[in-house]
């Protein structure tokens, strides 16, 4: 007599227990998904593919090659230090002392905290909430007190954190700091659009072995026009932007001409309204021209 089949011993029954389980586990994954904006945004992060930054290089002809002296005694020109790099290797440099001014108890470069204003006012009229600052400024000793309590993994040495510069921000949603940022439509506003007002998310995602942090969607580092916009749209930090702004060449990008140089002598476009100069504490200056319209 004929034995009956035993289901489980079928080829069959292993493949359709298989796809059905498969088919559970897509189900819960999206069904996650749909609830964890958080989750859903990471996700979004690691597929992104970004463009190569909007620069062109330039050709010196028909500029002056003014000396640097000079040029630093323009009233067009301002000397910042919005391009100073400040990581692991590149320490706060000896004697830096920002002049700072204060939001709500938490000091900041005045030109960080005109930033943070208009773009806080953006995040409100835009997702209905408003972004607070959890840390700005720190002295050296306040910084190795963050350093004692959290370890290298959350604050980075004394001496070696950009909040000792006065153009660090830790900002936070009311009861949702940290990576619960994200969580909020203020939060993923501000990691998607901070560009478009000076900021950068120094701290991005998957960058860790360039930027030596884990990833901060909190931390934001003011960088001036057009650098912050130029890096969050091609999915750059800072050390890989200054990396690509080889020395002693021209780049335009839109009204602005960029120049990072040791030289004593600088190529200067006839006619711009302001220009910044940034110490990159790399051993070079970094001139942001903005040319005058039209
Ligand atoms: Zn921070």
Redesign the pocket.
């Known amino acids: 007599m004929r034995r009956p089949a035993i289901p489980w011993r079928s080829r069959r029954f292993w493949l359709v227990a298989a796809l059905c389980l498969l088919l559970c586990l897509l189900l819960a994954a999206g069904g996650l998904l749909a609830l964890r904006g958080d989750w859903r945004y990471r996700l979004s992060l690691r597929l992104r593919r970004y463009p190569p930054p909007e620069l062109t290089v330039l050709s010196a002809e028909g500029m002056t090659a003014r000396p640097l002296d000079e040029l630093l005694a323009d009233p067009r020109v301002t000397v910042s230090a919005e391009l100073l790099l400040v990581n692991g290797s590149h320490p706060v440099p000896d004697g830096f002392s920002p002049d700072l001014t204060d939001e709500g108890g938490c000091p900041m470069l005045p030109a960080a905290l005109e930033a943070f204003r208009r773009m806080n006012n953006a995040v409100r009229e835009q997702t209905g909430t408003r972004l607070y600052v959890l ?1 700005g400024w720190r002295s050296a000793a306040e910084q190795e007190q963050e350093w004692l309590s959290g370890g290298e993994q959350l604050a980075a040495r004394p001496g070696y954190s950009e ?1 000792q510069t006065g153009m ?1 921000l ?1 900002v936070c949603v009311l009861g949702y700091g940290g990576m619960s940022f994200l969580k909020t439509d203020a939060g993923r506003w501000v990691n998607n659009r901070c560009g478009e007002y000076s900021f950068i998310i120094r701290y991005p995602d998957g960058k860790s072995e360039e930027t030596g942090m884990s990833y ?1 969607p909190w ?1 934001l580092r003011y960088v001036g026009a057009p650098h912050a916009q130029l890096m969050m749209e091609s999915g750059l930090t800072l050390e890989a932007y200054l990396e690509l702004l080889t020395p002693d060449t021209l780049f335009r990008s839109g009204e602005y001409v960029i120049l990072r140089t040791a030289a004593q002598t600088v190529p200067t476009p006839d006619s711009f309204s302001s220009c910044s100069v940034s110490d990159d504490n790399c051993g070079y200056r970094i001139f942001t021209f903005q040319l005058c319209e039209g």
């Open positions: 840390s909040h660090a830790d901060e931390h």
